[in-house]
């Protein structure tokens, strides 16, 4: 048995003791009422059941009957009226219409054939039944105040609806309109529009029906009041399972909603007073959506939400004119498995209590308050991606004594709301952040103390504030946040702060320094800075967060230094609309998407001496940013591309080692780009990739051991021309091609490059105009390969040594001299008769185009090279560890004029294709200006770490070979050459020279 209402529970107001008599009187007025107008079915009808009348049973002698529409006129009189006196004359009814004798219909089939109503009772205020009957196909009507159903119900009171199936009707299963002091009770209603409809009915009972798949409501009370609804299932239909619009002092307790479509329960309109009470609501869009004010929602159990679990919402006054919705209460509701927010609080809602639900699973937010005045007070909200989410339009709110776990963010404010108060909560691997959204003015309004704790340690905010340090931090204990707005001139240093969402958070704050400390375990970053100007960050660990170790977003002038970041599963350091960044000396390993990610709108900043290695994707990333100098960085083992910069301009990447990425440098849409003096590596795919970029420069680079293309040029965007790119002096070694100058290159200037060890050297795919010369292939498989998409291009002034192939043109217009010079072929047979080192005869080059060097270079046969010891250029020697694996002998090495170096080459195996099985040993020269600072620095040990001794000297070579015919093991030559370079030239002649005599004679005896 259920009574029409009780006392709501856990109200927010306190009740003096008049007022209390007052609420006594009123429950009791609300009892006698119930009694009186439900009294028939709640204790009439349960003394009828114990009195052996027919109530419970078939009426005497009836059968299971296929009826025509019935319709009963209640107040129709005269001859033929269809009122209740002719029918309880028919075979299908029986009964006076008295308390004690009900008429009854049952046991009845009536198809309404899409034209009637199957059973229509209207003006009526005898006490009836319809029972145990199957009612379908009433017509159909557009307006809602002409809705007809199975059963209709016009102006009646007195009614019971029991045990019928109602089923594919054009309206509604079962509706009343006008009426009052109605029970529908255990019916089967199912595909119809709406299941079971109150139209302007009061005071009715809806109990333990079933109500599914109906097209748009299941059940709906419309401008109805005073009503029940309680331990029905209702479940799959299309909007809302159970909807109050208009509806006042409504009852809904203890009803099983299931799979929703749209909304579990809606409560729409000026309803008000309405209590949700102990409903289980499962697998749907929305839980509760409320509306109206003075609604008390408690105890429901809501899980399996894809949108919100409970909602409240403006209302409307009358269709599509809407008004602020106040004083709902929201208490003891549990929400699990909540694919957006637990509980929502939307625009326009005033004085929303929320207390003591719990919220689990929620991916969004525990509870999103965008009203005013809001109280959230003693929730549990766990494991949600933030646990309270203040929007922007909110204001006023006390959020207090709530716990909060495991949550991405513990309280979470955004916007311009002002004036909360935050205390007594308790975050659990969590904390407190603010969007860069909020105003400073905002912001500074909070009222946030130290009794709000991160994993039992306070938390610290200071708003407006100067010269804070340690003891500032540690007042009540150590810190479990610390949160600065509007500060200057502060230290926080030596902290060891973990688990929360953001360790340190710094907002429109000046000269900060964060030094030393250890800041990790995070579900988002170690710290967060807006709008921070002028501060140090030093010496930190910033690890082992789910996010980035730092965030910087819209800073000026800040500073790096020697800080770690590691394993954090996005990047290291995120920047975004930052000026004046320096990044220095600090060590990125194992982050998960970034090293350094600049994703926009950030000038003038300098990227130097970091080592990023373990990088998941992008060593360095730059989007959209000027004005960068990326010096003497070290990247390795990135498993995308070491270093990324995409729509930016004014870059220089300077004496950078990258190696061992998947692509070394992906560079695209750049202008302005200079690389310089890099060392790019033992990348599985591309050294450097240029695409769709101007005005760039790559000089002096070492490029080797990448195992697709040493430096890859190509514009895919047709509308723009890349051009402008000179690549000049830069080693190419070992790639399996070195240069691919793929679709729509043009006016490209490739100058005094050494190309060795590649399958092609340069590879023209779809080049046009460029000029190629002064650099020298050796021992590639072919030199330069131009396709038939290729033309108007000019070679000349190269050395080809030692390749399979040296050339092949099946392209067009492509000129192979300057008219006055070409190449230098070491296969050409022709011969200078008049010694202008011109050779006399053209050189052919293989291919479609039939192309020729009409000036080959020619060499008499003592200048060129031995083809069993060819040229090699120093500085790629040196740093490839002398040609390792090793087969040591002596030899010398020819630098520039009178400066050489004595060391050790090394034998190294090449495919058979390109240079025969045993492979051969190489003499080195080098023309390089950067050689001498090279070998007189300690880079050239640190580079080649197998070398033990070498020795600078002026001895010539001359003298070197001399030195090399002796028979003296290797180190007795070093320590002998050693000795040489403090004798003078016509001493070390004569010594040399008597040594190789008395040599010549021990072999003569």
Known sequence: MYKMRTLKLDSVNKFSKSQFILVLILILNIIILFFLNSGYYNLENDFRRDSGNNYNGLLENSDYWYLTPIFINGSATGIGAHNWVWAANQDWCNGSGTWNDPYVIENITINGLGNFVPIHITDSDKYFIIRNCTLNNSPFFSERDQYVGGILLENVSRAIIENNTCFQNGNDGIILKYSRNCTIKQNIVNQNINGITLYYSNNCTIIENTVDCNTDNGIELYYSNNSIIVENTIESNWYSQIALSWSNNIDVIKNKINNIVEIGMGIRGNTQDAFIFKNNISNGNHGIEIGGYNNLIKNNFIYNCTLNGITTRDYEIMPEIATESMNNTIIDNNCINISNNGISIDDSVINTFVRNNSVINSNSNGIIDRGDNSTLFNNKLLFSKKGIFKHSSADNGNYSNNIIKGC?????????????????????????????????????????????????????????????????????????????????????????????????????????????NNAINNTLSSFFLFFVINSNIINNNISSNNGNGLIVDSCFNLSFEHNLFQNNLVGGIYLTKSTRMRIENNTFSNNMKYGINFDGLCTDNDIIDNTITGVYQIGINIINSDNFNILNNKISETTYIGLNLESSEHIVIKDNLIKECNVGSNLNLINNLTIENNIISDNPYDGIIIGNSKEVEIINNIIKDNGLNGLHLSNTNTSFQLYNIIIHNNTFDNNLNSIWLGLNTYNITIDSNFISFSVKGIYLDNCYNSTFKRNNFTNNFEGIIISENSGGNLIYLNEFYSNIFHAKDDGSNNNWDNGTIGNYWDDYEGVDLNKDGIGDENYFISGSANSVDHYPIYKPEKEKPNPDNPVYDIITALINNLLSPISLISISVIITGSILIYALNRKKYYPNYLIGELGCNYSFNSKDYRLNDFINSDELLEFTPSIQDYIVSSISCEELKKIDQLDLPIQEKNNFIEELTNLTSRERKEIVNKMLKSQKKKKKF
């Open 408 to 516: 991405e963010v513990g309280i979470y404010f955004t916007g311009n709301g002002e004036s909360h108060i935050i205390k007594n909560n308790e975050l659990i691997m969590c904390g407190i952040f603010f969007d860069q959204e909020d105003s400073l003015w905002n912001l500074t309004s909070y009222e946030i103390d130290t009794s709000n704790k991160v994993n039992d340690n306070s938390i610290y905010f200071f708003a407006n504030s100067k010269n804070l340090n340690t003891v500032n931090f540690t007042t009540y204990g150590s810190p479990g946040q610390i949160i600065l707005i509007n500060c200057e001139d502060s230290i926080i240093s030596n902290f060891n702060i973990k688990n929360s969402s953001y360790n340190i958070v710094l907002l429109y704050s000046n000269n900060i320094t964060l030094s030393n």
